[in-house]
């Protein structure tokens, strides 16, 4: 050890450290016996027909969420941004970025705020989860009770993430605090809606690839056995989860000029959904303003969830109300 002085200086051997590091590569694995391993585990490769389909209406939710823990109160905020347009495959001006055009047109949306504290402080952080899909659920279902009154019905309701995966977290918390039991029944009543679509930005499960005796996560197994245009389906209580290779498209403002093959997870709460996984695949092909795995409905929710800050709600509500904060935000120097 050496003395602790102003001169401090990390460890040494940074570059051999990161040349030290090694990743499993496509190239590595045997992507016939992979698909073979698939196939006797009961999936089947299937053929993606793309078929977009101008008239269909899309309802998307999102929300921003976050917490503050105090020495005597934890508090939560959040703000849901639900999204609705008609894609109809034409040029319309993007509204919101001014770069190029969307193929949506008549684009409307609604934003709800809300804040509340976990009484009693405890397991904050599981609860927050529950706090915030109850919120965005009750949300989707408010849009979509405004979108009837005006004589709108969608045809997708679109949710951000893994609808078996929010499912199971919040059964697993059913009936031990008051937010797991609202987000509970909030996620079923939109779950009874018809044609929901959870997309997933960013999965990180590794079930079906330790099943099969691989060490890596379950997107990155679909990525190396699927061909462009090939998904498979993983039926899990009711819920029909598709790892779907989306083939190259278009991206003028690229460098490039088209994207790479793109693994999606896409999940829907309705038998039958083969031809509508073709239709929203191919409304994604026509999206030519960036390689994303949500469509444009969902992404955007997301972009307009981030104008109100709400942790700096948060801030406000401490100071205003003379919340004391825990110890060490309170030392001074």
């Known amino acids: 050890m050496k003395p602790l ?22 190239g590595e694995l045997d992507v016939s016996e992979l698909r073979n391993r698939l196939e006797t585990g009961g999936f089947k490769f299937e053929d993606l027909r793309v078929t977009p389909s101008p008239g269909a209406s899309l309802l998307a939710v999102d929300s921003s969420f976050s917490m503050r823990e ?17 894609y109809d495959g034409g040029e319309n001006d993007d509204i919101l970025v001014g770069h190029g055009s969307i193929p949506y047109g008549n ?34 279902k408010r849009a979509y009770g405004e979108l009837e009154s005006s004589g709108l019905k969608p045809d997708f309701i679109l949710v951000d993430g893994s609808l ?19 987000a509970l029944r909030s996620f079923g009543e939109v779950l009874g809606m018809e044609r929901v679509v959870g997309m997933v930005e960013d999965s990180h499960a590794t079930d079906l690839s ?22 498979v389906v993983d039926e899990r209580e009711g819920i029909s989860i598709c790892y779907v ?28 959904f083969r031809d509508d996984l073709g239709l929203l695949a191919g409304i994604w092909m026509s999206e030519s303003d960036i390689l ?7 992404r955007t929710a997301d972009y307009l969830t981030r104008k109100i800050r709400v942790q700096g709600l948060l801030e406000r509500i401490v100071s205003e109300k003379g919340l004391g904060l825990k110890y060490r935000e309170q030392r001074e120097i």
Request: aromatic content about 14%; charged content about 20%; overall charge negative.
């Open 107 to 140: 684009l409307l949306y609604s934003s709800y705020l809300e804040a509340g504290e976990f009484i009693p402080y405890s397991e904050v952080d599981s609860r927050g989860n529950a706090a915030r899909v109850s919120f965005e659920f009750s949300s989707l």
């Open 210 to 231: 330790r099943d099969l005796g691989y060490n890596f996560t379950n997107m990155l197994l679909f990525e190396i056995a699927l061909e462009p245009g090939e998904y």
């Open 5 to 26: 002085n102003a001169d401090f200086r990390t460890g040494s051997g940074i570059d051999s450290l990161v040349e030290s590091m090694s990743f499993t590569e496509q």
């Open 164 to 182: 078996y995966t929010n499912l199971r977290n919040i059964r697993a918390k059913d009936g031990v605090f008051p937010e797991c039991e609202a």
């Open 292 to 298: 994303h795995p949500q469509i444009y409905m969902l």
């Open 245 to 272: 290779k989306m083939p190259s498209k278009p991206l003028p403002f690229s460098a490039a000029g088209s994207s790479k093959p793109l693994t999606v997870r896409w999940e829907f709460n309705y038998p039958g």
């Open 70 to 86: 105090l020495s005597y109160h934890a508090i939560w905020a959040t703000h849901a941004v639900a999204l609705y347009g008609e």
